[in-house]
């Protein structure tokens, strides 16, 4: 199977073999090929340094997301009484869990899929099955927790999408849903035109990236709406007591963790090759080979 070699003037020469397996920057010299004698060769230094990066901000990213996902879970569990489906406020709990479990984390885990070095030099079809399958399990996840909020809402007679937060998340589930139906027809399928993929993918990209931003402000101001709501009693919210201060921390990871997938989405070196601009190949879905 033949790679497509991407030129870096950070990184001149070839990587030794362990860098081909993981490559960042996919290099050949001049008048060399890849099936001539591998001598001298030393690891760039700039090249180096972009991998040890990359590897850095993704392991950040793994861990920052399973953090939000185990602090939501403890605020519902422990302060907030657990879980439910019953129409009380049990119920509303698993719609924090699954908006930033859902729509945060696995969306973003889902983004940065093509980013491993991993995936690149292979045949590309599994790992967009792999990035539909984690889109669509984001959705649903997202969709359960609009039902929990919307039961819950309709239980207790109080207005549904009243609030920014709201109109925030909303706008950001239905742009998710649009993205992943035209990205389904438009990547995925086999009849997909080739003109039709190369006009969705710039869109597809920065939609991709909008509907993060968007996620990220929804969980913020609903983290903040609801800490507004449960200490208003006995307990202030300007004390800062426990809850407090978990959600707040909370809310502080999901920042992070935006930012780190940004990062990683925004660095072209950190780029699937053959996605990179003026490097883009289209192929219909049954010879994905790249």
Same mark, same amino acid.
């Given at each position: 199977?033949?790679?497509?070699?991407?030129?870096?003037?950070?990184?001149?020469?070839?990587?030794?073999?362990?860098?081909?397996?993981?490559?960042?920057?996919?290099?050949?010299?001049?008048?060399?090929?890849?099936?001539?004698?591998?001598?001298?060769?030393?690891?760039?230094?700039?090249?180096?340094?972009?991998?040890?990066?990359?590897?850095?901000?993704? %392991? @950040?990213?793994? *861990? +920052?997301? !399973?953090?939000?996902?185990?602090?939501?879970? =403890?605020?519902?569990?422990?302060?907030? &009484?657990?879980?439910?489906?019953?129409?009380?406020?049990?119920?509303?709990?698993?719609?924090?869990?699954?908006?930033?479990?859902?729509?945060?984390?696995?969306?973003?885990?889902?983004?940065?899929?093509?980013?491993?070095?991993?995936?690149?030099?292979?045949?590309?079809?599994?790992?967009? %099955? @792999?990035?539909? *399958? +984690?889109? !669509?399990?984001?959705?649903?996840?997202?969709? =359960?927790?609009?039902?929990?909020?919307? &039961?819950?809402?309709?239980?207790?007679?109080?207005?549904?999408?009243?609030?920014?937060?709201?109109?925030?998340?909303?706008?950001?589930?239905?742009?998710?849903?649009?993205?992943?139906?035209?990205?389904?027809?438009?990547?995925?399928?086999?009849?997909?035109?080739?003109?039709?993929?190369? %006009? @969705?993918?710039?869109?597809?990209?920065?939609?991709?990236?909008?509907?993060?931003? =968007?996620?990220?402000?929804?969980?913020?101001?609903?983290?903040?709406?609801?800490?507004?709501?449960?200490?208003?009693?006995?307990?202030?919210?300007?004390?800062?007591?426990?809850?407090?201060?978990?959600?707040?921390?909370?809310?502080?990871?999901?920042?992070?963790?935006?930012?780190?997938?940004?990062?990683?989405?925004?660095?072209?070196?950190?780029?699937?090759?053959?996605?990179?601009?003026?490097?883009?190949?289209?192929?219909?879905?049954?010879?994905?080979?790249?």
């Amino acid at each position: 199977m033949e790679r497509n070699g991407t030129q870096s003037p950070d990184c001149p020469g070839s990587f030794p073999y362990v860098f081909e397996r993981f490559p960042l920057v996919s290099l050949s010299t001049d008048g060399e090929n890849e099936t001539s004698p591998q001598k001298n060769k030393t690891i760039p230094t700039g090249c180096m340094r972009s991998t040890v990066t990359f590897y850095l901000c993704y %392991l @950040l990213c793994l *861990a +920052l997301g !399973l953090a939000c996902v185990v602090c939501v879970c =403890l605020w519902n569990s422990r302060w907030r &009484d657990g879980f439910a489906w019953d129409g009380s406020s049990r119920q509303f709990n698993w719609h924090p869990v699954l908006m930033v479990t859902g729509l945060l984390v696995l969306y973003g885990y889902g983004a940065v899929v093509y980013r491993v070095p991993l995936t690149w030099g292979q045949n590309k079809l599994p790992w967009k %099955l @792999l990035h539909a *399958a +984690l889109m !669509l399990g984001s959705l649903i996840m997202s969709i =359960l927790g609009l039902c929990a909020v919307f &039961d819950f809402h309709n239980a207790k007679n109080t207005p549904n999408l009243y609030s920014l937060h709201s109109w925030i998340g909303i706008t950001a589930i239905i742009l998710f849903t649009l993205q992943w139906g035209v990205g389904f027809a438009g990547f995925l399928l086999p009849c997909s035109p080739v003109l039709l993929r190369k %006009l @969705l993918k710039p869109i597809h990209v920065w939609l991709g990236g909008s509907i993060l931003l =968007l996620t990220t402000a929804a969980c913020i101001s609903g983290i903040n709406e609801k800490l507004f709501f449960v200490l208003k009693g006995n307990v202030t919210y300007s004390s800062i007591p426990a809850e407090g201060v978990l959600g707040n921390s909370l809310g502080a990871l999901v920042v992070a963790f935006g930012l780190v997938v940004l990062k990683i989405l925004s660095t072209i070196q950190w780029q699937r090759p053959d996605s990179r601009p003026g490097d883009i190949a289209y192929t219909p879905l049954q010879d994905e080979n790249d």
